[in-house]
């Protein structure tokens, strides 16, 4: 990153989210790992102290000081206070991450009660998609339906976690006479499986931190065919994200460490079932 100091008054946490999520592709790697972790976790900056947010981003609390003052904080406890009074302004309305977190600590897991376990995951869950509702924008929703309905072939790629949701798209998508392609590398002939994309076809990615490699490199490459990309990720500053048309931002839960996928199966669902209400009214309206 260079010496270049941003922004130095913020009237709000929204505008000093948009400066990082701007400026993010020009920090440093350790201060990314900061930003990520801002972007994701804003009420943990809010209400603990340096010391724990730098053990939970995995750096050091002279790195969180050093990223308040790249953006013109005088100090990091000027800058948690930029989100102490914002959590105030909007007291009980904790964030996703944070809901999620006293959720699960709520009680120790008990091994030998498999309806308890139930509990956890479903109640996690319905937080998920609770969360899903509030933070997607319509006019995301609505220009992705769009794209997908006017292109001609969609490429679908998502490995490893994100596979099933891939994998759910291609055949629902399939269901509504799509023409799809699943990227799923068999036999290593990934790039094989994208060699025909054009400036008329759609790509959707899925991918999560840690973000699997194979998916961004094929990503970068479509983007040099077509700027049809659509991405379920799950931060703003996703290296799939900064690629795509639309990016849909995706919170999972995690119940003792373990993702669910239920939410972004559920988003899933609404682009294909969207399509398929949008591809027949352009059908009616063109008899």
């Avoid at 998508?173 to 499986?193: A, E, F, W």
Wanted: hydrophobic share 40%; glycine share 4%; proline share 2%.
């Amino acid at each position: 990153m260079n010496n270049e100091v941003f922004m130095t008054q913020y009237n709000s946490v929204d505008e000093f989210r948009q400066e990082i999520i701007e400026k993010h592709e020009t920090l440093s790697k350790r201060l990314k790992q900061v930003s990520r972790y801002i972007l994701d976790h804003p009420n943990d900056i809010a209400i603990e102290t340096l010391a724990v947010v730098a053990e939970r981003c995995g750096g050091q609390a002279s790195t969180i000081v050093r990223f308040a003052k790249a953006f013109g904080f005088d100090s990091a406890s000027q800058m948690q206070r930029l989100f102490r009074d914002e959590l105030l302004s909007n007291a009980g309305n904790l964030d996703y991450n944070e809901r999620i977190r006293r959720s699960n600590a709520k009680k120790p897991l008990d091994y030998n009660d498999p309806f308890h376990l139930l509990e956890e995951f479903t109640e996690s869950n319905k937080q998920s998609l609770e969360n899903l509702k509030a933070n997607i924008n319509q006019a995301d929703l609505q220009k992705a339906i769009k794209i997908i309905t006017k292109a001609n072939t969609i490429y679908i790629i998502g490995f490893r976690r994100s596979f099933p949701v891939a994998t759910y798209l291609a055949y629902a998508l399939q269901k509504t006479n799509k023409r799809c392609i699943l990227i799923d590398s068999v036999g290593g002939l990934t790039k094989g499986q994208t060699v025909g994309i054009t400036s008329q076809d759609l790509m959707i990615a899925i991918s999560y931190h840690s973000y699997t490699q194979e998916t961004l490199d094929i990503v970068t490459e479509a983007a040099e065919h077509t700027s049809n990309i659509i991405a379920i990720t799950d931060s703003p500053v996703s290296p799939i994200a900064t690629l795509a048309k639309v990016s849909f931002e995706v919170n999972e839960a995690e119940v003792r460490q373990f993702r669910s996928l239920s939410a972004s199966l559920c988003l899933a669902q609404v682009l294909v079932i969207g399509h398929a209400y949008q591809s027949q009214k352009e059908n009616s309206s063109s008899k």
